[in-house]
């Protein structure tokens, strides 16, 4: 069954109005029609089965069958703090976190980053980061969609870590698989933060500066991993080791 996403604000008594881009797509892409079925999710992790009993010209309504509480968030909100990748490797990484349950995701740049983005690409590029976050929650049936935030600097983003019960780095030269395994299999935290450095990943400055700041420094294994494989390896471990039945 095809999935929106609406504001609150469009949910009244027993309907909720569909506007905006959505309609269009219903209307001439999936050419779907008054008695069909949607499933419309508030953003909140609210589930909203309904029956499209309306089709204008900007507009489509629909009526209320059943709500239900959304099954498909984990029970920590993971937030990945990316080192700016170059060449659109965002767009992957941005698409497929979603699809693994992070819950925000925040661009870094760091020492190593090679790539330059003044404050008018920066706006295109974040605007385009968060319409694919939104593709990809529709896509995976996620009861929110998570955001992509404003670029910020290594600095800013270890002072934004401390707010988070526990952050984790995915380091080449770390060596200690079973200490990383008993790390994992342990999380059992409310939010838990991910940072992942560009190509070339983070200088030892960085590294020590991330451990001052009660960073846990993890081994993803004796293989070096892309920037864009390395954030979706250890998210989809969290995944696995966070799923609830």
């Known amino acids: 069954m095809h999935r929106f996403f609406v504001e609150t604000s469009q949910i009244v008594d027993n309907n909720i109005r569909i506007i ?15 008695n069909d079925e949607i499933i419309i999710c508030d953003g909140q992790g609210n ?21 239900n509480e959304t099954t498909t968030e984990l ?17 992957l990484i941005v698409q497929k976190a979603v699809e693994l ?64 019960n526990t952050t984790i780095i995915p380091y080449e030269n770390s060596k200690n698989i079973v200490e990383t395994k008993e790390l994992i299999n342990n999380l059992s935290c409310k939010s838990i933060g991910v940072f992942i450095g560009p190509e070339g990943g983070f200088s030892l400055s960085e590294i020590e500066n991330a451990k001052s700041n009660n960073a846990n420094l993890i081994t993803l294994g004796k293989r070096i991993l892309r920037t864009e494989t390395a954030g979706l390896t250890i998210l989809s471990l969290l995944m696995f080791h966070l799923e609830e039945e």
């Open 101 to 164: 349950g992070v819950y925000k995701i925040i661009p870094v740049i760091t020492e190593r980053s090679v790539v330059k983005i003044n404050n008018q690409n920066a706006r295109k590029k974040l605007a385009r980061w968060n319409k694919v976050a939104e593709s990809a929650a529709k896509q995976s049936r996620r009861g929110i969609i998570p955001k992509v935030d404003s670029i910020i600097n290594y600095e800013q983003a270890l002072v934004y870590s401390k707010q988070l």
């Open 75 to 91: 029970k920590s909100k993971i937030y990945l703090f990316q080192g700016l990748p170059k060449q659109g490797k965002m767009e």
């Open 47 to 67: 589930d909203y089965y309904c029956i499209i009993n309306g089709i204008e010209g900007n507009y489509i309504d629909t009526n209320i069958i059943s709500k």
């Open 20 to 34: 905006g881009d959505d309609v269009k797509h219903i209307k001439n892409v999936l050419r779907m029609d008054n």
